[in-house]
């Protein structure tokens, strides 16, 4: 949800070479039912966490939702949900 220049300044301070994306506008985060409204700094609307996994072909294998943006992931759980996945037959994202 920052806008472009910030998030180019944060890729350049940590030395990123791909590309960050904005969404300033907050279309996509809305469209993915992301926004956590009120869970920010001094009540601001802020993104949720999400992380999406997705196979070859684009299908989401695996969605990873939660209400704290102090909540992530951690890369060993998403390593046993790889491991876990069946091949060749996609999974439907959780409701």
Known sequence: MDPPEQSKKLAADRGYTFPILSDAERRVIRHYDLVHPG????????????????????????????ESYRIRAKPEDILAVIDRLPLGSPQPPPN
Do not use: H, Q
């Open 39 to 66: 869970g920010g700094p001094g009540g601001t609307d802020i993104a949720r966490p999400a992380e999406f996994l997705l196979d070859a072909d684009g299908i989401i294998r695996w969605v990873n939702l939660t």
